[in-house]
């Protein structure tokens, strides 16, 4: 039982260049989301989607596309990377809106961008 | 809008003592609440859960936490600490009227001493 499953788990990319981050969860949930995680900062959303074929702008969405195709994979895309979008990124995904399901998380991708 | 304070960065305890980890929310209604736990390198694992009645609630790993609406808290306590429990710990608050989004704060590192 996979649950959440994030790849890659690490990358290093130059200024300008582009990626796509890859979440796959095997939960049958409708619910994704897309976190960045910061010293001192916490974890802010990205993005996320409620269903198959919907996404949705989170808390810091600049800079960065997603893309719920298929339901059980959430795509982060960057465009052009730039030195303030390193960090640790997170996918997440829910059963419900109802957040009394929790969120299982998956264990990240680290990207560094120089 | 929902916001979760945790105003304790960094906190060092040693192994066998108490733990009390504070949380403050600030929400219109009534909250879902969360604390999740992430150890180094890893994704973020949900300690406990509250949604209403009993205003102390049980979760896993000897953890506990007590919700109080007229100091708007939520508080993580654990009578001995393991040197397993350290990790950084985070504070979240969600609608609830069953809003999509988790809230987070900005977390608490925990050091556990000899």
């Known amino acids: 039982n996979a649950g959440v499953t994030q790849t890659p788990k690490f990358r290093v990319l130059k200024t300008g260049q582009s990626m796509t981050l890859l979440c796959a969860q095997d939960?049958?949930?409708?619910?994704m989301y897309w976190y960045r995680q910061d010293p001192g900062m916490g974890l802010r959303l990205i993005h996320y989607s409620v269903g198959e074929g919907t996404t949705a702008k989170g808390e810091v969405p600049d800079g960065y596309n997603v893309s719920r195709l298929k339901k059980q994979n959430f795509l982060l895309g960057l465009e052009s990377a730039a030195p303030s979008q390193t960090s640790v990124y997170f996918c997440?995904?829910?059963?419900?809106?109802?957040?009394?399901?929790?969120?299982?998380f998956g264990s990240g991708t680290r990207l560094t961008v120089v | 809008a929902q916001s979760v304070t945790q105003p304790d960065i960094h906190i060092t305890v040693s192994e066998g003592a108490s733990l009390e980890l504070r949380c403050n929310y600030s929400?219109?209604?009534?909250?879902?609440l969360f604390w999740y736990v992430q150890s180094p390198g890893q994704g973020l694992q949900l300690l406990l859960k509250?949604?209403?009645?009993?205003?102390l609630v049980q979760g896993i790993k000897g953890f506990e936490a007590e919700f109080k609406r007229s100091q708007s808290s939520f508080n993580l306590r654990k009578p001995s600490v393991h040197w397993s429990d350290a990790a950084e710990y985070f504070c979240?608050?969600?609608?609830?009227?069953?809003?999509?989004?988790?809230?987070f704060g900005t977390g608490t590192r925990l050091t556990i001493i000899p």
């Open positions: 929400y219109g209604a009534t909250p879902y």
């Open positions: 979240a608050v969600a609608s609830y009227f069953g809003n999509e989004k988790l809230t």
């Open positions: 997440a995904s829910s059963y419900s809106g109802r957040t009394n399901y929790g969120y299982t």
């Open positions: 939960m049958n949930h409708e619910y």
């Open positions: 509250y949604f209403s009645g009993d205003t």
